[in-house]
């Protein structure tokens, strides 16, 4: 039996960790697409899910609506990674440049789908958890309803909507 | 619908790529594991104390508009006053031991002028002291009547006729008292329209209820004079 969202919020907020580390497991993936569809690297955007994360459990109290954690932690993440992009961009402008190192080697940027990600990165919130569960986690819509506390006629209505907003990509890839 | 397959496979394939991508990722699980460990979850925001506190602030703004509504608000604007208000002396004039008070100075249909007022002091007396008309200025004066009141005044209703073409309101007649020591005090009236029950008024106001004055009495004269 899967848990929902709100009820691990709520044990989170009685101060269950364990809980938290579901709610990480759940999300982690959809979160790394949307900070990467922001962000240049992979590096980057775990580096900004990881700090969404840290912000969303301590401001877990302040979520009203418990069974809508999804779309308000893809937000903060959302968030987080417009302010790691913001902080890259003042970064890279006070760089001086101290010449090449022979011994240092670059990390290697591992080559993303931007197509996809920078798709997800531009669904409202509600769509990308619910798309994000569906094609990347392969949930079906019943178990994606009962994570998030929606009807299956939302969450199919949501897929759908996602879908229609997709398909002008689909159709230039096509 | 061979099309919504069509998408649903592409769909498929770029979330297949992404999660080949994302599995060559290191969980970010660990990291935010142990940074959790390190802080703790803020207390929620006190919004039912807020809650409470503005519906509080509700309340008794409610009360208060609702207590100042039942509230009888005293008068703002003064209470009818009682007729004789109306004919309190507006002027009056004191020389010496000589007193002159104007209650009432009131057109006539005719044009002239009726004047109520008092007058005080020792052996004052009112100018004429006999109803026949005597000359003053551009106005002939004359009192109908002349009543002797007990608290020493004299109360006197005199009538100014006008010469042709004088405008009362710019050219004000005057009344006259003489002195025991025969010295003349004068005062200028300003007329204005008034009703019959104003005069009555003016003559029991200037009576002060010493019923020394017979307002009937005094209407019939000013009747039988301006005629």
Redesign the interface.
């Known amino acids: 039996m899967v848990d929902s969202d709100e009820d691990l919020v709520w044990r ?2 009685r ?1 269950e ?1 364990n809980a ?2 579901l709610l ?2 759940r999300y ?2 959809p979160a ?2 949307v900070a990467r569809g922001i962000l240049p690297s ?1 590096h980057d955007a ?1 580096d900004a ?2 700090d969404a ?2 912000t969303a ?6 979520l009203w609506s418990p069974h809508k954690f999804g779309a308000w932690f893809l937000r903060s993440v959302r968030r987080q990674a417009l302010w790691h992009r913001r902080r890259r961009v003042v970064r890279e402008r006070h760089m001086v440049s101290a010449g090449t190192d022979a011994a240092y080697e670059a990390p290697k940027e ?4 931007v ?3 920078s798709i997800i990165a531009r669904l409202p919130e509600q769509e990308c958890v619910v798309v994000t569960m569906r ?2 986690q392969e949930m079906s819509v019943m178990e994606i309803a009962r994570v998030t506390g929606r009807p299956v006629g939302t969450v199919t209505k949501q897929l759908s909507r996602a ?1 229609a907003r ?2 002008p990509w ?1 159709e230039s ?2 | 619908m061979p099309q919504r397959n069509r998408e649903m496979v592409r769909i498929d394939n770029a979330f297949e790529q992404a999660r080949r991508e994302l599995a060559e990722i290191a969980s970010v699980r660990p990291g935010v594991e142990r940074r959790v460990a390190q802080v703790s979850v803020r207390p929620p925001p006190r919004v039912f104390a807020w809650s409470l506190m503005a519906g509080a602030a509700v309340v008794a703004s409610i009360a208060v508009t609702v207590w100042q509504a039942r509230t009888p608000v005293p008068p703002t604007r003064p209470s009818p006053a009682h007729p004789l208000a109306q004919t309190i002396p507006y002027r009056s004039l004191e020389i010496g031991n000589t007193e002159l008070v104007e209650y009432l100075a009131a057109y006539t249909d005719r044009g002239d002028i009726v004047v109520i007022w008092t007058c005080r002091g020792d052996g004052v007396r009112a100018m004429p002291e006999d109803t026949m008309e005597i000359p003053a200025g551009k106005y002939r004066l004359s009192n109908l009547d002349a009543v002797k009141l007990a608290d020493g005044r004299t109360l006197v209703c005199s009538l100014v006729i006008p010469e042709t073409g004088v405008q009362p309101a710019l050219e004000p007649p005057s009344i006259f008292a003489r002195s025991g020591d025969h010295n003349i005090t004068a005062m200028s009236v300003w007329p204005r329209a008034a009703s019959a029950a104003e005069l009555a008024d003016a003559i029991r106001s200037a009576d002060g209820g010493q019923a020394g004055a017979d307002v009937a009495d005094i209407a019939r004269q000013i009747q039988k004079r301006v005629r």
């Open positions: 989170v907020r101060g960790r938290f580390s990480v497991e982690e993936q790394l697409l992979w775990a899910v990881q994360f840290v459990y301590v401001q877990i109290n302040r591992i080559v993303a789908p197509d996809v990600v094609h990347l879908y997709m398909r689909l890839e096509g």
